[in-house]
């Protein structure tokens, strides 16, 4: 009963470095979401999957990449970490196309810290 | 476009105590409206939503009612305790940005015993 695992829990990077942040859901959602939790900003969201094969700019896409590696796998990657990258990351799913998605699922997220 | 609007926090309050978590809404059209939870160190979980004008949600003795005539989703509880201590998130679906969730900025609620 995992639901949506993401790894590292937590990581700090120095500038100009590069990583990537894995989520794995277990519950054959078709949607897959990518957020950042900002202190007094709420959730934005970075990039979306509405299905395996597909991604698309969210809210915040700047200085980021992603992969729907498969139907469970959606991966973050930062090319060049930017101190203004310093955030919470979730990863989310939900059992629709986000043009029915109503309920998301969210993983317990991954701490980046840029030096 | 979009957004949410909530009450600042944090918000602290003794157990046994009534809550209310301000939320208001900018959208166009009628959008679905939601009250996420985030308790520590976890992700975010459904707490309860609404999809039409003067629908009540409610959950886990939670409730908000959808109100367009004042584009306000309050989320209220008569008696809290200390487990409902966590970050609370308004939230909206629908208008410009299609069925993407946009949330609001969060308000920490503690809980004194």
């Known amino acids: 009963n995992a639901g949506v695992t993401q790894t590292p829990k937590f990581q700090v990077l120095k500038t100009g470095q590069s990583m990537t942040l894995q989520c794995a859901q277990d519950m054959n959602h078709n949607s897959m979401y990518w957020y950042r939790q900002d202190p007094g900003m709420g959730l934005r969201l970075i990039y979306y999957s509405a299905s395996e094969g597909t991604t698309d700019k969210g809210e915040v896409p700047n200085g980021y990449n992603v992969s729907r590696l498969n139907k469970r796998e959606f991966s973050l990657r930062l090319e060049s970490a930017a101190p203004s990258q310093t955030s919470v990351y979730f990863c989310?799913?939900?059992?629709?196309?986000?043009?029915?998605?109503?309920?998301?699922?969210f993983g317990a997220g991954s701490r980046l810290t840029v030096l | 476009g979009n957004s949410v609007t909530q009450m600042e926090g944090p918000v602290t309050l003794s157990e046994e105590a009534f809550l209310t978590i301000n939320c208001t809404y900018t959208a166009t059209g009628y959008p679905s409206l939601f009250w996420y939870v985030q308790y520590p160190g976890e992700g975010l979980q459904l707490l309860l939503k609404?999809?039409?004008?003067?629908d009540k949600g409610s959950n886990k003795g939670f409730e908000a009612t959808y109100r367009k005539e004042t584009t306000s989703f309050h989320l209220e509880k008569g008696s809290v305790q200390v487990s409902d201590s966590a970050v609370y998130f308004c939230a909206l679906k629908g208008g410009e940005y299609g069925n993407k969730l946009v949330f609001g900025a969060g308000t920490i609620l503690r809980v004194k015993s």
């Open positions: 989310a799913s939900s059992d629709r196309g986000p043009s029915g998605a109503n309920v998301l699922t």
């Open positions: 609404a999809t039409k004008a003067d």
